[in-house]
């Protein structure tokens, strides 16, 4: 088992910044690939980027290429999402996900363990 805990939410202004974080306890050894998904109110949960454990890869879904960063510290087990000129359609619950059988995957149901997400709300 992987549990994952989210951090860095909160209220922010348009053209923001902010760092999510998620923090992995448990068995990370078996983790192959992690990810980060967002749900805003009334609409499915989308991806968003995804990183491998191992290496360099990571994938981003075209709307947020250039604003956001993904990246990871194994010494830490920590997975972060670094977020600039946030606008209000970025207003959203923030998931962190892993799975032990893609490096990069984009799909919801290729994740196997979830944390319980950190809230971003972005103002106009």
């Known amino acids: 088992q992987v549990q994952l805990v989210e951090s860095g939410g909160g209220l922010v202004q348009a053209g923001g910044s902010l760092r999510l974080s998620c923090a992995a306890s448990?068995?990370?050894?078996?983790?192959?690939?992690m990810g980060w998904f967002r749900q805003a109110p009334g609409k499915e949960r989308e991806f968003v980027a995804a990183i491998s454990w191992v290496g360099s890869k990571t994938y981003y879904t075209d709307s947020v290429k250039g604003r956001f960063t993904v990246s990871r510290d194994n010494a830490k087990n920590a997975l972060y999402l670094q977020i600039h000129s946030l606008n209000p359609e970025d207003t959203a619950m923030y998931y962190c996900?892993?799975?032990?059988?893609?490096?990069?995957?984009?799909?919801?149901?290729?994740?196997?363990?979830w944390g319980q997400g950190t809230q971003v709300t972005v103002s106009s």
């Open positions: 996900a892993a799975n032990s059988n893609y490096e990069l995957a984009l799909k919801g149901r290729s994740y196997h363990y």
């Open positions: 448990g068995r990370t050894s078996s983790i192959l690939g």
